[in-house]
C-alpha cells in the first residue's frame, strides 16, 4: 500500500464517520485510523524470520508513518514552531 492511497483511505474513512456518527469529525478519530491503518501496514510488511531488534525498528517506523498519516489527514503541511 502506498503512502498516497494509505492517506487517501485516511481520510475518506475520517469524513464518512464525520457524517455518521457525532464524534466522527473529532481529531482523535483520524489519528486512531491512521494508527490502525499503520498497524495493517506493519503486519502486511512484518520482517518474517527478522531478529526481535528488526521487528522493533519496523514498528517504530511504522508508528512513525501513522502519524505522518494522521498529519497528513488533518492538513497539518508544515511545523511553524518547535514543541516547548
Known sequence: MTFPVATGLV???????????PWGGEKWVALVLALAVGAVIYCMSEPQGGTRKDKI??????????????????????????PK
Do not use: C, D, Y
Not at 11 to 21: D, H, L, Y
Not at 69 to 81: P, Q, R, S
Open 11 to 21: 481520510s475518506a474513512t475520517w469524513k464518512v464517520f464525520g457524517q455518521v456518527f
Open 57 to 82: 525498528a519496523a514498528a517504530a517506523v511504522a508508528l512513525f508513518n501513522s502519524f505522518n498519516l494522521a498529519a497528513a489527514a488533518l492538513g497539518i503541511t508544515h511545523v511553524t514552531e518547535t
